[in-house]
């Protein structure tokens, strides 16, 4: 039983390191889209590149602002968002970028 307990606190513990920073603060369950850019050019198209993080200890991906402009196939940036979700030991953090 001391285990199980030990494990549960070594989890929780490691959750908070798959929180990726927003400005909703740390929260067990989140999902929040955040502004980052806006021009007073319009877009058309939209572009979306994502990165995940595991208990804080592996993270993959690409959220760059070009590889976003590159999936919607945008040269002119109008705006870029940032979207975070967070599920207790998986975080995921995409960059939204809108153009023509």
């Avoid at 590889?67 to 998986?90: L, Y």
Wanted: contains cysteine; positive net charge.
């Amino acid at each position: 039983m001391k285990k199980v307990l030990a494990l549960a606190a070594v989890v929780v513990m490691l959750a908070a390191c798959a929180a990726p920073a927003s400005y909703m603060g740390f929260a067990l369950v989140s999902e929040t889209s955040e502004p980052t850019l806006v021009t007073a050019s319009t877009g058309t198209k939209t572009g979306k590149a994502c990165a995940k993080n595991f208990l804080g200890i592996y993270a993959t991906g690409d959220m760059s602002v070009e590889a976003a402009k590159k999936a919607g196939n945008i040269r002119t940036v109008a705006t870029v968002d940032r979207e975070v979700k967070h599920m207790v030991i998986i975080g995921e953090v995409c960059t939204v970028v809108t153009g023509n």
